[in-house]
């Protein structure tokens, strides 16, 4: 017998018939694994973003999360087929998920700029065109991002913040009610008749054409003009007003008033008190 046939004759055919079996029928199942899990993959992407849709959540948003899931679907479908096929999957579970904490640890603060997006694209606290105010910046929202939210200030400057404070801090909306109250403080000289100063006011707050006067129908706030004494200070009697206008109309309000009622004190003769000391000189000649 030459080596060759000793070769052969050592071969296990059986083994080799068995596993040839056995991966042929992995490898069956593991294609009809396959053609099952892209057509649940494409049913689940497709009833998100239905339900998605519905919701009325913002299309930046309901993509982003659409990719998300596509990418965890696949994932865990590889993950199944290379289990059937009979590799071993432990590996390559715990390859991933050192790789994911690396990357986790790498990328924190842009992650929490990503979650503090998802959460202002889904509970919505402000919109595009709404004026807001946070981390010391006030200006019109221009865009909502994943990471990052643009506002437009007053004076035209682009300023970028992150969603991750932006969500978590303190934030003022001034666009959110339909009407919006102004206050204003004017100040005027001891001995004034206080009766007069106030109805001066009162007959400017009310003549105005964006005041609201009365009760608001939509809303439940009293809209009345209203003149009060708040404070008795060093050199002059201050006065508060209140009154209401439409969001959209509330910085013509406000100086508007601010410039008539200046106008109105001084033509009246109302003097404004400013800060001033007086000397009081003693001769002991």
């Known amino acids: 017998m030459t080596v060759f046939d000793k070769i052969i004759a050592a071969v296990p055919y059986e083994q080799l018939w068995q596993w040839g079996l056995t991966f042929c029928k992995n490898l069956i199942v593991a294609a009809i694994v396959y053609f099952i899990g892209r057509y649940l993959i494409k049913l689940i992407i497709k009833l998100f973003t239905k339900m998605l849709e519905k919701s009325k959540v913002d299309t930046t948003l309901y993509t982003f999360l659409c990719s998300i899931i596509n990418v965890v679907c696949w994932f865990v479908?590889?993950?199944v087929i290379v289990g059937i096929l009979g590799i071993e999957t432990s590996s390559f579970i715990a390859l991933f998920a050192s790789a994911g904490v690396a990357v986790g640890m790498a990328l924190s603060g842009t992650l929490q700029n990503f979650a503090g997006g998802v959460m202002i694209l889904l509970f919505r606290p402000f919109k595009v065109g709404d004026?807001?105010?946070?981390?010391g910046y006030?200006?019109?929202v221009?865009?909502?991002q994943i990471f990052n939210t643009i506002i437009r200030t007053g004076d035209a400057q682009i300023i970028l913040i992150p969603n991750g404070t932006l969500s978590s801090g303190t934030m003022k909306n001034s666009s959110k009610e339909l009407y919006r109250r102004v206050d204003l403080e004017f100040q005027f000289e001891y001995g004034a008749d206080y009766d007069e100063v106030k109805g001066a006011i009162l007959?400017?707050?009310?003549?105005?054409?964006?005041?609201?006067?009365?009760?608001?129908?939509?809303?439940?706030i009293v809209a009345e003009p209203w003149v009060g004494l708040?404070?008795?200070?060093?050199?002059?009697?201050?006065?508060?007003?209140?009154?209401?206008?439409?969001g959209a109309d509330y910085w013509t309000v406000y100086f508007n008033l601010n410039e008539t009622v200046y106008q109105m004190l001084k033509e009246r003769g109302f003097m404004f008190p400013f800060n001033r000391?007086?000397?009081n000189?003693?001769?002991k000649s």
């Open 142 to 144: 221009k865009e909502i």
């Open 138 to 140: 006030a200006g019109v």
């Open 131 to 135: 004026f807001i105010e946070a981390q």
């Open 230 to 246: 708040i404070r008795l200070g060093d050199s002059g009697v201050s006065v508060i007003t209140r009154s209401w206008c439409k």
């Open 277 to 279: 000391v007086d000397v």
């Open 281 to 283: 000189i003693l001769n």
């Open 203 to 220: 007959d400017i707050l009310r003549s105005h054409p964006l005041v609201i006067q009365g009760s608001v129908e939509d809303s439940n």
């Open 77 to 79: 479908l590889i993950i």
